[in-house]
């Protein structure tokens, strides 16, 4: 199924991703942030219902001066503390900054988002290719796209929709800007089950992937490129 998902995020197609039955036992639409048309914004707040995210590799990040909110937050009272998170006390929140693309209107718009969608997309490549990028001059804050910031290490250090979404699009060979949104059930109100989720994927004809596949894939793409 992995070789699936990876094809799917090459063409620029939503796949669908679980976690992992011990953290938040959720579903989240992934799409390549570059591939992300305004009837992909529709279809996610339409039928995930969730926060709609961008996630971004860690060096990418770190080059476009991308803080986590819990850290520009720490002088606050609000800000989160350690153990905060309880599907993930040892780690803090992938959270950044929520931006809007300069050139949009109010930002929320499918259109407005899409735009932002892809512009973020377009200063990662341009961060890890070492070329000039203008993050401050082509955002501003806040906005109303959620900024996720892989942790260091990935799988490694933090197993969240976030560093799978980009592990993911690292084995895929793309841009790692990954735009995510959670599915949510509209009878409970808590999170979309598995087992609706897939059954989504198969009415959609979207791929369906969990956490513990990434895991394994990831290992095996970790191992492949050490010297």
Excluded at 8 to 22: H, N, P, Q, S
Excluded at 58 to 81: I, K, N, T, Y
Excluded at 98 to 121: E, P, Q, S
Excluded at 207 to 226: I, M, P, T
Aim: net charge negative; proline share 3%; hydrophobic share 40%.
């Amino acid at each position: 199924m992995i070789g699936k998902a990876l094809a799917a995020l090459r063409e620029g197609k939503f796949i669908l991703l679980y976690d992992f039955e011990d953290r938040e036992r959720e579903t989240d639409f992934a799409i390549r942030s570059d591939a992300v048309t305004p009837r992909h914004i529709l279809q996610m707040r339409k039928d995930g219902g969730g926060l709609i995210c961008t996630a971004v590799h860690p060096v990418a990040a770190q080059r476009l001066g991308l803080p986590f909110a819990s850290d520009a937050l720490r002088a606050m009272a609000v800000a989160e503390r350690e153990g905060d998170i309880p599907y993930d006390r040892k780690n803090h929140s992938s959270f950044s900054l929520w931006v809007n693309h300069r050139d949009t209107f109010t930002g929320i718009t499918d259109r407005d988002r899409a735009l932002t969608v892809n512009a973020i997309a377009e200063q990662v490549k341009c961060a890890l290719n070492g070329g000039g990028v203008r993050f401050h001059e082509t955002f501003r804050t806040p906005g109303h796209m959620a900024l996720l910031r892989a942790a260091d290490g990935l799988l490694d250090v933090r197993k969240g929709q976030t560093e799978l979404s980009i592990a993911l699009a690292e084995m895929a060979d793309i841009t790692p800007a990954v735009t995510i949104c959670e599915m949510l059930d509209d009878d409970s109100g808590y999170a979309l089950s598995k087992e609706d989720a897939m059954t989504y994927a198969k009415k959609h004809g979207l791929v369906f992937v969990e956490g513990n596949e990434v895991l394994s894939a990831w290992d095996g793409y970790c191992q492949s490129r050490k010297p």
